[in-house]
């Protein structure tokens, strides 16, 4: 299985600042990869997918980048809206498998 | 616009059997793969299966191959996974997903959240 190892676990900005969430697979995976954005008690939502293709109604202030092995998602400017767990995913190959979650608290 | 909506919570004890439920609408259900992902707060989101309505081929992650099963009944639209023999590490909540074009995971259910203890 590929693993998918996500930095920080957890971080703590302010209003307004850039956050990087960084994402490393075990093994090349191209651009198969999609960020996830899960707040409490709710499901997942899809944010960004094939490394840096934005969803639909996603603002504009979320960004992925990378390739191969190494990813990121920057959020350019944290909102109050924003705090939440975010979750990548790689779909290279069966199975699938998530990175253990970076918790973006304010 | 795609809806997934799963069954209701379920409370079970150890040895029972149980089936969930994810009906689908606002989209072509046999041409679309279907899955389930599990999440605990100890091993996070875990990618369970999925299966191709059309034709039945179903794929399972290697941690619940042998211990769940993956179905789906494309008259009536929907995704079921089905435990025969419930274990207290069962309790998990449990998400339907169904991927998008290029297989990236695109819609969530809202999950159903299963507790096996006796």
């Known amino acids: 299985d590929i693993q998918m190892t996500q930095s920080p676990s957890a971080l703590s900005a302010s209003v307004g600042d850039r956050v990087i969430i960084t994402c490393r697979a075990s093994?090349?995976?191209?651009?198969?990869l999609a960020w996830h954005q899960q707040k409490t008690g709710r499901a997942p939502k899809l944010l960004i997918y094939?490394?840096?293709t934005l969803e639909t109604g996603v603002p504009s202030r979320f960004s992925g980048s990378g390739s191969g092995t190494e990813f990121t998602l920057t959020i350019s400017s944290l909102q109050p809206d924003d705090v939440a767990t975010y979750y990548c995913?790689?779909?290279?190959?069966?199975?699938?498998?998530f990175g253990q979650g970076t918790k973006v608290e304010i | 616009e795609v809806q997934l909506v799963q069954s209701g919570a379920e409370v079970k004890k150890p040895g029972d059997s149980l089936k969930i439920s994810c009906k689908t609408s606002?989209?072509?259900?046999?041409?679309?793969?279907i899955g389930w992902v599990r999440q605990t707060p100890g091993k996070g989101l875990e990618w369970m299966g999925i299966?191709?309505?059309?034709?039945?081929?179903?794929k399972y992650g290697p941690s619940f191959e042998g211990h769940v099963t993956i179905s789906a009944d494309k008259f009536i639209k929907a995704a079921y996974l089905q435990w025969n023999s419930l274990k207290a590490s069962d309790t998990a909540l449990y998400f339907c997903?169904?991927?998008?074009?290029?297989?990236?995971?695109?819609?969530w259910g809202e999950g159903t959240l299963v507790t096996v203890s006796s």
């Open positions: 299966i191709y309505p059309g034709d039945s081929d179903t």
């Open positions: 093994q090349p995976i191209r651009k198969w």
């Open positions: 995913q790689h779909y290279s190959s069966y199975p699938w498998t």
């Open positions: 606002g989209y072509s259900f046999t041409t679309n793969w």
């Open positions: 094939q490394a840096s």
């Open positions: 997903m169904r991927p998008g074009p290029s297989q990236y995971i695109e819609y």
